[in-house]
């Protein structure tokens, strides 16, 4: 009778997978022994897996280009990072290896470009693309870089106001309009509250820009909260948005990109099925084909790939401390750690990771509900994406057992508060960094942050 861990992962899914594979009954990832990495370094623990990054940029790269090339597409591509996904140095100098632009969000985020400008890691001519609702610090960070020389600076005006904070601009300036989208039907609005609505955007050009010397419309920008997905609504705004683009060209002769924001998921479950290559290639087809029906020249393509970009490349590894059995149906392991604090989407938004075991694939699994540490009713995990339910081998005294959750590395340090106060003053884990050496692909790790002190905490608090 087929009854142990690996059993289950090798009927349920297609197993082994790219970056999953088992040897002696341990996990690798990307050919990285886990245990290795607990055994030096022990758990609860958060990685870093830098390939993973360049990797996913380039992806997107070569399936975009290669779109274009099958339909002619006379335009460029641009790849941007959201820096809101992951603020680390160690994520946006891997990711700037791969000459790629950037996005920001936030007042404090230029002071992040002119660290990497002073760094040697982006030039003057790297597009900038500036979004968020622009309060006025944001504004003069944004106008002083433009006036440092920052020439590719693109400022997406969000509101009807927003383009006035930028009347300090001393030199030529590119400008980009978000549209206000419509979200999907489960929102409690009808409209988003983020950009310029449709109607309002041609009377907007030609009032405030057409005219205006120091601006220049270079981008119209679209974005929806659902990302990009193979549905009706995606489709439905997508051709919106190409349809707005074509009506604004034909009177502002000078903007050439359209900004499609971001959206392309990341593997939630060893049971993802996404088809990258055919929604890239339909993507690019509808530009090509709604920018000819209306005799305009396609666009420049820009795409805005956070979690794309670094989710992949992150894992978080916790220990099983303790086994609660609490009814007849429902056995609780505990992790060294909190759901709550150290990945907040689980609890915030419900999300779901990839979760495996990193040792005793030969054991017998069984069902059981994962509990975190804080005091907290809601710190818990019980399902998976594709299925409502976590299954983990069977637990035996004195022989550890350690679980690992995948494709962490976006927005949880940000959400969580890094190095912050957590619910319960719980500490953040350790976090290490693993990357190769590009001479001999030996994998190398160092670590990053240590686990979170007491007396950082105090500190903190005042003590």
Same mark, same amino acid.
């Given at each position: ?18 970056? !999953? ?347 059981? !509900? ?35 959750? !995948? ?57």
């Amino acid at each position: 009778m087929k009854n142990k861990y690996i059993d289950l992962i090798e009927q349920t899914f297609e197993f082994p997978q790219d970056e !999953f594979t088992v040897e002696d009954n341990e996990l690798m990832f990307h050919d990285v022994p886990l245990m290795d990495i607990i055994k030096q370094y022990g758990t609860p623990l958060k990685i870093s897996y830098l390939p993973k990054i360049s990797y996913q940029i380039n992806k997107a790269k070569r399936m975009f280009n290669v779109a274009m090339a099958k339909v002619d597409y006379r335009g460029s591509y641009n790849y941007c990072y959201c820096t809101k996904s992951s603020h680390f140095s160690f994520v946006l100098e891997e990711a700037l290896k791969n000459d790629i632009n950037l996005e920001t969000s936030s007042a404090y985020d230029i002071q992040i470009i002119h660290a990497l400008y002073d760094g040697g890691l982006i030039n003057k001519d790297t597009f900038i693309v500036c979004n968020g609702f622009k309060r006025p610090q944001y504004a003069d960070n944004i106008v002083g870089l433009i006036n440092s020389g920052f020439t590719n600076t693109i400022p997406v005006i969000d509101n009807l106001q927003e383009l006035d904070l930028f009347d300090a601009v001393d030199r030529p300036c590119q400008i980009g309009i978000r549209i206000a989208s419509e979200e999907e039907p489960k929102f409690d609005f009808y409209t988003s509250r983020l950009g310029i609505r449709y109607n309002d955007i041609i009377p907007f050009y030609k009032e405030k820009i057409r005219n205006n010397k120091k601006f220049k419309l270079k981008m119209l920008h679209f974005f929806i909260n659902t990302g990009i997905k193979d549905t009706a609504y995606y489709w439905n705004e997508l051709h919106k948005c190409i349809q707005m683009y074509c009506e604004l060209k034909k009177i502002a002769p000078e903007l050439d990109s359209l900004n499609i924001g971001g959206g392309f998921p990341i593997k939630n479950s060893l049971a993802f099925d996404y088809d990258y290559e055919y929604m890239t290639e339909e993507i690019v087809a509808q530009l090509k084909n709604v920018c000819n029906a209306n005799n305009i020249e396609e666009p420049n393509i820009f795409t805005e790939f956070g979690s794309f970009t670094v989710g992949e490349s992150g894992a978080a590894l916790f220990s099983i401390i303790n086994q609660k059995q609490q009814n007849d149906r429902e056995c609780w392991y505990m992790i060294d750690s909190s759901f709550m604090t150290t990945l907040p989407d689980i609890w915030g938004i419900n999300q779901r990771y990839p979760l495996l075991a990193i040792n005793n694939w030969d054991r017998e699994y069984q069902r059981v !509900f994962l509990g975190g540490l804080s005091c907290d009713s809601e710190d818990y995990y019980s399902g998976e994406a594709h299925s409502n339910a976590v299954f983990l081998p069977k637990l035996k005294a004195g022989e550890p057992q350690y679980i690992g959750f !995948f494709h962490t590395g976006a927005y949880q340090e940000s959400l969580g508060g890094f190095g912050g106060i957590q619910h319960c003053l719980i500490p953040a884990p350790k976090h290490i960094i693993i990357d190769r050496d590009k001479t001999t692909n030996e994998y190398y790790t160092r670590l990053f942050a240590k686990e979170q002190s007491y007396r950082s905490m105090m500190r903190i608090l005042g003590y």
